[in-house]
């Protein structure tokens, strides 16, 4: 398919991409283009300019703080994040989530900062981002911006990256000794567009939760985190029972909307169903 | 906005230096069919999602209808015509997915062999679930999967059921 005339722009650093996303009207980032080039193809996207950031140095690699935070540049690629013995062992999640996105040669070009800044209901990262308490580090003409996940995420395809910013960097926190995250999903084929997702992470102290986060994903709009059942998890002693605090979800007005795989109906049901397993896994990795 | 961007690339195709010129929008798969001839990666879905157009650039699998050919610039790309010897002799691989009859209209074949090969390459432990599992990408519409795993299995060296119609073997007779 032909794509629509646009201009290919390549910055070499950050402060180039920058300023040509300031300056170029109608320009956006390239990153891995696994999803933009099919919006491009699909005309539901009509750039003039696109700002390719995928070879900037200074946008790739994995590192960690001196506190063990992982620190992850936005145009990393799932590819490799999922290879990372680092990431595997610091934030095995992280990892884990990367290795069973889409396929293979999706994973060596998409990258963990697209996937964020797409904010498609269905993206992987996103609900992962919340759970872990993401911050999200978007450069700017007057500089850099730091944001926590619950501000980055905005909406449908919408997140706090403003016209002429760019992600660079995504920081996770170390993970607490005896936490557990467990993402499950329902998925219309293996590795593939989500139906529901949940994520759960208990920080388990003593047997007992000292600190819980409870995300849906791919229900609507933007990651849903689920305060009335985090308050439900804290406290308590960390064993399977704790996947009734899913029913706290009943009280929730979920948002949520039909479409070609399934009712709102289902979907909302069986996020029920991935939020009890999730639970459930979280405990067993909390207590491993 | 300017809408006849063109310029100028070089790209080692399958070991050979090609250049040409590209306007910004031209898919990497659009070039190396219409201006290279190179055959190899077809279009199928278009979308990203079938793997017929899959090739390896700077040794990394990708799916050519999902890049630009301005982004290769300086780059090299290998495409399923990479994998026999110059005098047409077939790789290991290509020999195994004829002997096994991995192929019927071949039209995914060239992306499965792209895709096989760099699994084969990877290092990674070759079983029936992670030959699978690393054909995601694909679609092929003959053949049901079944022969190419078993095609990819065998050049891996594993022991795998003869094809239907060949001769049985003396483990089997026995």
């Known amino acids: ?264 109906a289902y979907r909302r049901e069986m996020a029920e169903v991935q939020l009890r397993r999730a639970i459930r896994a979280a405990v067993e990795r909390s207590v491993q | 906005m300017t809408t006849n961007d063109t310029r100028e690339i070089t790209v080692t195709v399958d070991g050979r230096r090609e250049t040409g010129v590209v306007s910004d929008r031209t898919l990497l798969v659009h070039w190396l069919r219409d201006a290279l001839d190179k055959r190899g990666p077809k279009i199928g879905c278009d979308t990203g999602n079938c793997g017929a157009c899959t090739v390896r650039w700077n040794g990394t699998l990708v799916k050519s209808c999902m890049v630009l050919a301005v982004q290769v610039d300086g780059d090299e790309i290998e495409t399923a015509a990479s994998l026999a010897e110059e005098d047409g002799t077939l790789s290991r691989l290509q020999q195994c997915f004829a002997d096994h009859h991995a192929l019927q209209c071949g039209y995914c074949t060239s992306g499965m062999l792209m895709t096989a090969a760099d699994l084969l390459a990877s290092g990674e432990e070759i079983t029936e679930h992670s030959v699978r599992r690393a054909l995601k990408g694909h679609v092929c519409r003959c053949t049901g999967y079944h022969n190419i795993v078993k095609a990819i299995r065998a050049a891996a060296g594993q022991e795998v059921p003869p094809p239907h119609g060949s001769e049985p073997r003396e483990a089997e007779v026995r």
Not at chain 1, 79 to 102: D, F, K, N, Q, Y
Not at chain 1, 245 to 260: K, P, R, S, W, Y
Request: glycine share 8%; charged share 25%.
């Open chain 1, 1 to 264: 398919m032909l794509l629509p005339p646009l201009r290919y722009l390549r910055p070499e650093t950050p402060e180039d991409a920058v300023a040509m996303l300031s300056d170029v009207d109608g320009s956006v980032v390239l990153a891995g283009g696994q999803t933009l080039m099919n919006m491009l193809k699909l005309d539901l996207a009509h750039p003039d300019a696109l700002v390719d950031v995928h070879r900037i140095d200074a946008l790739r690699g994995i590192e960690h703080d001196a506190d063990g935070t992982l620190v992850v540049g936005a145009a990393t690629t799932y590819a490799e994040l999922a290879r990372s013995p680092e990431v595997r062992r610091s934030h095995p999640a992280v990892a884990e989530m990367a290795a069973g996105l889409v396929d293979r040669q999706v994973r060596n070009r998409g990258t963990i900062g697209g996937n964020c800044c797409l904010n498609d209901p269905t993206s992987n990262y996103p609900p992962l981002m919340v759970a872990l308490d993401a911050r999200f580090r978007v450069l700017g003409r007057d500089g850099e911006r730091r944001l926590p996940a619950s501000e980055f995420f905005r909406g449908t395809l919408a997140t706090a990256v403003g016209r002429g910013e760019l992600l660079t960097t995504i920081e996770i926190p170390p993970m607490p000794q005896g936490s557990g995250v467990a993402h499950e999903h329902l998925q219309v084929g293996a590795d593939s567009w989500a139906i529901a997702r949940a994520v759960v992470r208990l920080d388990v102290a003593d047997g007992v939760v000292a600190d819980a986060r409870a995300v849906l994903g791919a229900v609507y709009g933007s990651p849903l985190r689920l305060p009335e059942v985090e308050r439900r998890l804290i406290g308590q002693r960390a064993t399977p029972d704790l996947a009734e605090a899913a029913d706290a979800l009943q009280d929730v007005d979920v948002q949520t909307a039909d479409d070609v795989h399934c009712s709102a």
